[in-house]
């Protein structure tokens, strides 16, 4: 009886022995290559919190303008066609008399005007004034604020908004600028990131998803949106999306917003290759 017994747990071993054998031959191991890859959005390129800070810096709207197209701030890094160089960004100034705005557009291609954001400041007091600034949903998403207060005497902007002058209208357009701006290339979004982080380190204003300012004031610009924008746009319009589905970003080839390539090839290693030629098991 024992010795049966014995001869059956023979078997049964060398069978296990031999299903194991079988496995190891099916198993394979297969590497591939995985590119992954980061599709930055066009809000990346221009921080609005950091605009908020050069408004606070300019001393009219032309002087904002030219700061804002300045590549030593650094600010401006918004690559919407995706030629590889900073959108210029014109400034038009609109308002009444208790609610002063700038209107943030650049035109990607000849003959198209798409609104970046607009800026407006509200005399709360006669010694007080609020400022937000609103991101254009196509680029932000909707319900985008950066907001803050200000002393109407703590910025030499805002002594020249609430005199009586003549309201800018920027004269520059698609490949007519000024004399004194070259058109530059735009920085990889980690050293944008990073530049940004520092200039917005102690600012005052604040994300917001509501408006503290509620005026009739209309921005010229509303509404204005380009259809040919390649850069990956938070809430494009209908014609937007149709246009991109013709010429898709160069996010998709080389992965980055305003670098060369973000694309990271890893190896993963998969095992259990199934006899259907399908994979089984995690990495």
Known sequence: MNEKIFKYLAIFFFLIVIMSLCNKRETKVARYNVNVQTVTSSAEGLDLKAVGELVKKAKDAKSLEKM??????GVNNLDLNED???DYISVTEYGNDKVKGFSLTTQPS???TQEIATIEIEKTSDSNAEMQIHGNEQIYGR???QRSSFGLMDFLILGYLFRPHTMYASPWNYGRYPPSYSPYRTMPNSTYRNRMNQATRNSSFSRASSPAISSTVK????????KSIRAPLKN????QKQFQARNP????????FGRRSTSRARSVRRSSYRRSGGFSGGK
């Open 236 to 239: 494009p319009t209908a014609s």
């Open 84 to 86: 590889g160089k900073a």
């Open 219 to 226: 921005s010229p610009n509303s509404g204005k949106a380009a």
């Open 68 to 73: 804002l197209n300045s590549p030593s701030s």
């Open 249 to 256: 970003s160069k996010q998709m080839k080389s992965g980055g």
């Open 143 to 145: 319900n985008y604020y």
């Open 110 to 112: 000849p003959g198209e």
